[in-house]
């Protein structure tokens, strides 16, 4: 490694991959670090395996409760140790793509531990203890983050685990704790609770999905539980002990003041993630860093060190590989030559259960409190026929906009929500009114449609629902 680089990346996340394929064909030289696996938590642990293990574990569901089959029903079983040789499947297959890519786009991969030394350069720490210096142009830091704990639980890896174990279970435990009602704690809980096991998920603040829409996740809430997740809000967590393989976790229920316990084999810990910043800086030249623990860095994505830019979950705000994956390209065409500013405002997000909840821009909390005047338009499922047909009519479509007509947010509870957001999440970027959603012709019957009548509904000109 004596090459002197354009660029180096530590890193190899969705966000650090990303960076280093952009850096390349802006024809830079650039060196990819990654400590463990390119494709990082999301790829490896957290993103694709769930959403493998969330699509299985629908078929298996809907399937045992479709009232149009025939036959023994009872008798169909989830063979879990080959979902689990699948999932890994899976995984391995789009790392080697994703590592063909790198390769074929000239970019050099090193395995090791990154880091900014006193000189302002980077180090990388091999496995044998070895550090190799590494001289670059431009550096960009994308360590991401790794699971938040309490200090009275703390994962053991065995009755006591965060996503990534509980992603890899060998058996599906007969009672899992969910601590955390975040996009986490509801994708895992949904998936053991459709193979049978008894799934309660506590949550400390008022409502699940914290920060989000209330409307829209009050209404998932109900639908969560009538599905059979137990989910308690207002809970909060105070102590925990290991007793015979058993976890014995015990607080107060902050509405009541009452007590509570519950037992489970499993607890899973999904109560946040905190960056990956300890010991990226050496002690002389420290990287600047806010009160969680996060690397900061302005709009253009630099970092107070010059030359050195940082991005995805170091830098805190909604923990999204796709945000990770944007700043990526903006942070490396940034560090030859662009001045791109990133811009939150249309960053869509998405939560994979049973409706998926999508949402992006503004909430209706939100947008009140700026003081600006909402238009509100919200369409039932129940009015659409292709929900009807797919027997997925629970759910909703909450657009706003402002009172220049500008499309400021949208929330939606439906099958597969995440794949029509970006409709919205364009419309937002580009600075579009309700009407362009209204008057653009959407395919019939598709669930996209409930787009454009709740854009229509804003304006109480909605065809299939009442209006006000």
Sequence with gaps: MDKKWDL????????????????AQLKKKVLLIEEHKIGGTCMNYGCIPAKYLLHQTKIYKDLKENRNLEGPLEEMRCDWKRVQKERSRVVERLVKG?????????????????????????????????EKVVEAEKVILATGSSPAELPFLKPNGKEIITSREALELDEVPRKLLVIGAGAIGLEIGTIYQRLGSEVTILEILPTI?????????????????????????????????????????QGTQLESQ???????????????????????????????????????????????????????????????????????LIAAENAFGKKTEMNYAAL???????????????????????????????????????ALTLGRQEGMVKILADERDRVIGAHILAPNASEFIPEITLAMSKGLRIQDISSSIHIHPTLSEAVMEAAMKTKNEAIHVLND
Excluded: C, W
């Design 348 to 386: 869509p997000l998405a939560v994979f259960t049973d409706p998926e909840f999508s949402s992006v821009g503004l909430t209706e909390e939100e947008a009140t409190e700026k003081g600006i005047k909402i238009q509100k338009g919200v369409l039932s499922l129940q009015a659409s026929g292709r």
């Design 258 to 328: 009452s007590p509570f316990e519950f037992e489970a084999d499993k607890v899973l810990l999904a109560v946040g993630r905190n960056p990956n910043s300890e010991g990226l800086s050496a002690k002389d030249t420290p990287l600047s860093l806010d009160e969680r623990g996060s690397v900061s860095a302005n709009s253009l994505l630099e970092t107070n060190l010059p030359g050195v830019y940082a991005i995805g979950d170091l830098i805190g705000g909604k923990l999204l590989a796709h945000k990770a994956s944007h700043e990526g």
């Design 8 to 23: 180096v990346i530590i890193g190899g996340g969705p966000g650090g991959y990303v960076s280093a394929i952009r850096g």
């Design 98 to 130: 994703l590592e063909f890519l790198i390769r074929k786009n000239g970019v050099e991969m090193t395995k090791g531990q990154g880091f900014m030394n006193e000189n302002g350069q980077v180090s990388v720490r091999v496995d044998e203890g070895e």
């Design 209 to 249: 999905l914290p920060g989000s829409d209330i409307e829209t996740v009050k209404y998932l809430e109900r639908i969560l539980k009538a599905k059979g997740l137990n989910i308690h809000t207002h809970m909060r967590l105070e102590s925990s002990h290991v007793n015979a393989g058993k976890v014995i976790a």
